[in-house]
């Protein structure tokens, strides 16, 4: 608990994030302390208004990372309340428990039973129903389709749940195994949501897709805008370099209420022995100083995820967690809940 005070006090000096009442009374954010996610479910039910749940705010690979023996990921191990699970997000309408996944990642096997009791099927539904009214995917990247593959015959093996993607995501999943086996074996089919068009979800939520520019090896690369009720929220886990984009990201954060951005590595140092121009994110210190000029509550309104094992922000008592806090920003954590 005193974690979550904590982290309700850093969100809470950020007016544009003091919209209305969040899950405690004052906050638009709400957090749950890491130890505690594999129980969401209870504490974060609110009938009242849809919602999100960060599921997971790490790298593709997670914190802890595979082979990794750096102090961030040794403590990770030791200490469960610092592990993070790979980024991924669940929007919730509670007024008729629908919900929908934004990335199947390679820990959505923990990340569902987080997720037990927020919407969903019923516990004794027969067979086996679809975890999730669909699946909204970024791009083709590790952390963002591995997770589709428990989904099929060798797992779950699902009644067909929609795979919500942009045409070149709907190809490349139809077209290669073993991703289209879950086509082939009717627990999964295509949903085309081309950049720039809306889904809507009901009548007062929907989801718009936005092109981004990334590696684009197999897919194109969008982010996801959900609006709901009364607030919007970007999801934007991966993009290159600001620059590279074709809106400025000052115009795109006036346009909503809270911006999940891309926080991959705090900065240019992280990676001895790599090239950092093969993984071109914008580093937290680039989006802080772009970001900088901005009003107070503009800048509340950013909130880093899709942290790197690496990235020292990811420790909240590290200087570079308290130089985001200085800046008038944030950064997700894992189980933190964001009412629309």
């Not at 022995?273 to 107070?296: C, N, Y």
């Amino acid at each position: 608990m005193i974690t979550l005070l904590r982290r309700l006090h850093h969100i809470a000096t950020a007016p544009a994030l003091l919209l209305g009442v969040g899950l405690w009374s004052g906050s638009l954010i709400g957090c749950a302390a890491h130890g505690d996610l594999d129980a969401l479910g209870p504490g974060l039910v609110d009938p009242s208004s849809p919602y999100v749940v960060a599921l997971g705010t790490a790298q593709d690979g997670g914190l802890p990372q595979i082979g990794c023996a750096r102090a961030c990921c040794v403590a990770a191990r030791e200490d469960p309340s610092r592990a993070r699970l790979v980024t991924s997000l669940l929007l919730v309408d509670p007024r008729d428990g629908r919900r929908w996944l934004f990335d199947a990642t390679p820990d959505i096997a923990r990340q569902v039973e987080r997720a037990r009791g927020l919407g969903g099927p019923p516990e004794d539904a027969p067979g086996r129903p679809a975890l999730f009214d669909g699946i909204f995917i970024t791009h083709a990247h590790l952390g963002h389709v591995v997770g589709l593959l428990q989904l099929g015959r060798e797992a779950y093996g699902s009644a067909p749940v929609p795979l919500i993607g942009t045409e070149r995501m709907a190809s490349f999943l139809g077209s290669n195994g073993p991703w289209s086996l879950l086509f082939d074996g009717g627990y999964a089919r295509p949903q085309v949501l081309q950049p720039g068009e809306t889904l809507d979800l009901a009548e007062d939520l929907s989801v718009t897709a936005i092109q981004v520019p990334h590696r684009d090896e197999f897919t194109d690369t969008v982010a996801f805008l959900i609006r709901g009720p009364e607030r919007s929220v970007l999801y934007l886990p991966d993009i290159d370099k600001w620059e590279k984009w074709d809106r400025a990201l000052e115009d795109v954060i006036a346009s909503v209420d809270v911006a999940l951005v891309d926080g991959t590595f705090y900065g240019p140092a992280e990676l001895p022995g790599r090239d950092m121009s093969q993984v071109p994110h914008p580093f937290i210190v680039e989006t802080l100083a772009r970001i900088a000029p901005l009003p107070k509550a503009e800048r509340g309104k950013v909130v880093f995820t899709h942290l790197n094992h690496s990235n020292p922000a990811t420790d909240p008592t590290s200087d570079a967690a308290a130089a985001v806090r200085a800046a008038g920003s944030s950064i997700l954590d894992d189980g933190d809940r964001i009412r629309l």
